[in-house]
């Protein structure tokens, strides 16, 4: 069963900076793009960063750009979300997810279109990012 396991998170002061890690495993396939979402309390879930696993194409939301980064390690299988400059409102909770992509799909990988939390294949379950003031 595929599986997203997250490490990573936890409580920094503005400014600070925090690693997330999510290593993907038992995925049906290669093909996929991969990274966050987040969520604060009383709001939708936003889609904040991801990277395509065999294109290394991105997609960065104009609110992280500049202080998040996402990079593979496709040695260690897993994915690595940079947060530098935090501020209090990237505060919530945050999610791995994974979008599996069909083969006759020749658009790269990772792109704001394609990223949306409906049309995502598989979630992990979650790591709490607090940024104090």
């Known amino acids: 069963e595929a599986q997203l396991v997250e490490s990573g998170g936890g409580l920094v002061q503005a400014g600070g900076s925090l690693r997330l890690s999510c290593a993907p495993s038992?995925?049906?396939?290669?093909?996929?793009?991969i990274g966050w979402f987040r969520q604060a309390p009383g709001k939708e879930r936003e889609g904040v960063i991801c990277?395509?696993?065999?294109?290394?194409?991105?997609f960065v939301a104009d609110s992280v750009k500049g202080r998040f980064t996402i990079t593979s390690d496709n040695a260690k299988h897993t994915v690595y979300l940079q947060m530098n400059s935090l501020r209090p409102d990237d505060t919530g909770v945050y999610y791995c997810?994974?979008?599996?992509?069909?083969?006759?799909?020749?658009?790269?990988?990772?792109?704001?279109?394609?990223?949306?939390?409906?049309?995502?294949?598989?979630w992990g379950k979650g790591t709490l990012v607090t940024v104090s003031q």
């Open positions: 997810a994974v979008r599996t992509l069909d083969v006759s799909d020749y658009d790269p990988q990772c792109t704001s279109w394609k990223f949306t939390a409906r049309d995502m294949d598989y």
């Open positions: 038992e995925l049906p396939t290669d093909d996929y793009g």
């Open positions: 990277i395509g696993n065999e294109d290394d194409s991105t």
